[in-house]
C-alpha cells in the first residue's frame, strides 16, 4: 500500500480517538470544580479514560507520522473535529446548532485547503540537538505568555494546547525517523533522549492546558486547538524539516485562503459556545412580602407611650376592628 494512503488511514483512526477523548475530557471538566489540583484528578477513572484515549490517539499519530510529512498527517486532525461537536452535543443532551454546523465546516474546508498544499513524501530529515532545544525553548515561552497567571482558561488555553501538541509532534517524527533510521547510527544519544523528553513534556502539557480550556465547553476552545496544532507543527516542518509546499504561490495563496476560513469557523464556534453557556437574564430581585398584621416586635425601634411601635396599629385593636390611636 502506498505510504500515503497509510498515513491518511492511520491519521482517521487517531482523529476518532482524540474526539471521543476530548469529548470525556469536557464531561469531566464540566463536573470539576475549577480548583481541583491535578492530584484529585488522578483519583478518577473518567481521567484515566481520558488519557487512554488520548495515549491511543497519540500512538496512531506516531504511526502516521512514520509515513507522511507533518504538513499531510497533522491538518488531518481536523477530523477530530468533526467527530467532537456533534459527540459533545449528545453528551450534552441537545443538537448541534446551525452556527456550529457553519464553524465546523468552515475550519475543515479551511484545513482542508492547507492540506492540498502539502508535500506528500515520507520524512527523512530530523532536527538537530540545538533545533531540538531551540523549539524547545521558544515553545515554552509561548506557551507561559497564553497561560500565564490571570488568564482566563479557553482559547488562549486551547492555543496554548495546540502549540504544545503540534511541537510535540513534530519533535516526535524526528523520534521516529531516527529510530527507524537503518544507517547504523547509534540508536540512544544525548539528542534522542532529550528529544524523548520534550515530548513527554509537550504531549503532557497539551493534555492538561486542553483539560483547563475545555471548563468553557468544547466547540470553540477543540476547534482553536485543531488550528494551532497543524500550524505549529507546519512551521517546524516548512522550516527546519525541509518539508515543502505543492504548487508554489498558486499554494501560498491557498494556504492563506484556507487559514482564513479557519480562522472565520473557529470565531463562529466560539461565538456560538458563548450562547450556549450563557446564563441568561439575570433574575428579577425578590418582592419583600409585608406583614399587614405584624405580630413581632422590633427590639429597638421607636415606641408609643403604650410600648406599640410606630407606624403599626396596635394588635388587638386592629384584629377586634377597633378604633386606632390618633
Known amino acids: 500500500m502506498n505510504a500515503t494512503l497509510i498515513a491518511v488511514a492511520l491519521s482517521l483512526v487517531s482523529a476518532g480517538a482524540y474526539a471521543a477523548a476530548a469529548v470525556a475530557q469536557s464531561r469531566l471538566a464540566g463536573r470539576t470544580d475549577p480548583s481541583t489540583g491535578i492530584l484529585r484528578l488522578l483519583g478518577r477513572g473518567a481521567w484515566w479514560s481520558a488519557v487512554g484515549l488520548n495515549a491511543g490517539g497519540a500512538l496512531l499519530h506516531v504511526a502516521a507520522l512514520n509515513y507522511g510529512p507533518l504538513t499531510l498527517v497533522q491538518p488531518l486532525g481536523a477530523l477530530t473535529l468533526v467527530a467532537a461537536v ?61 497561560s500565564r497567571p490571570g488568564a482566563r482558561p479557553g ?60 471548563r468553557g465547553g468544547l466547540g470553540a476552545p477543540l476547534a482553536v486547538v485543531t488550528l494551532a496544532n497543524p500550524v505549529a507543527a507546519a512551521a517546524i516542518g516548512l522550516a527546519l524539516l525541509g518539508e515543502r509546499l505543492q504548487g508554489g504561490p498558486v499554494s501560498l495563496v491557498l494556504a492563506l485562503l484556507g487559514t482564513a476560513a479557519a480562522v472565520r469557523g473557529v470565531i463562529l464556534l466560539s461565538r456560538a459556545q458563548a450562547r450556549a453557556t450563557d446564563p441568561g437574564e439575570a433574575a428579577a430581585p425578590p418582592v419583600p412580602v409585608v406583614d399587614p398584621l405584624p405580630s413581632r416586635l422590633v427590639i429597638g425601634s421607636p415606641r408609643r407611650a403604650d410600648g406599640t411601635p410606630l407606624g403599626v396599629e396596635p394588635l388587638a385593636a386592629a384584629r377586634a376592628g377597633g378604633p386606632s390611636h390618633p
Do not use: K
Open 155 to 214: 482559547l488562549r488555553h486551547a492555543a496554548a494546547s495546540g502549540i504544545t501538541s503540534g511541537v510535540a509532534s513534530a519533535l516526535t517524527q524526528t523520534l521516529t525517523v531516527a529510530v527507524t533510521d537503518h544507517s547504523g547510527g547509534p540508536l540512544f544519544s544525548w539528542r534522542l533522549l532529550t528529544v524523548a523528553l520534550l515530548v513527554s513534556a509537550f504531549a503532557m502539557g497539551g493534555l492538561l492546558l486542553s483539560q483547563t480550556a475545555y
Open 86 to 146: 456533534p459527540l459533545g452535543a449528545r453528551a450534552a443532551g441537545r443538537r448541534v446548532g446551525r452556527t456550529e454546523w457553519r464553524g465546523t465546516v468552515l475550519t475543515l474546508l479551511g484545513l482542508g485547503a492547507l492540506l492540498l498544499t502539502a508535500g506528500d513524501s515520507a520524512p527523512h530529515e530530523t532536527l538537530t540537538l540545538p533545533e531540538a532545544l531551540g523549539v524547545g525553548a521558544a515553545t515554552m515561552a509561548v506557551v507561559a505568555g497564553l
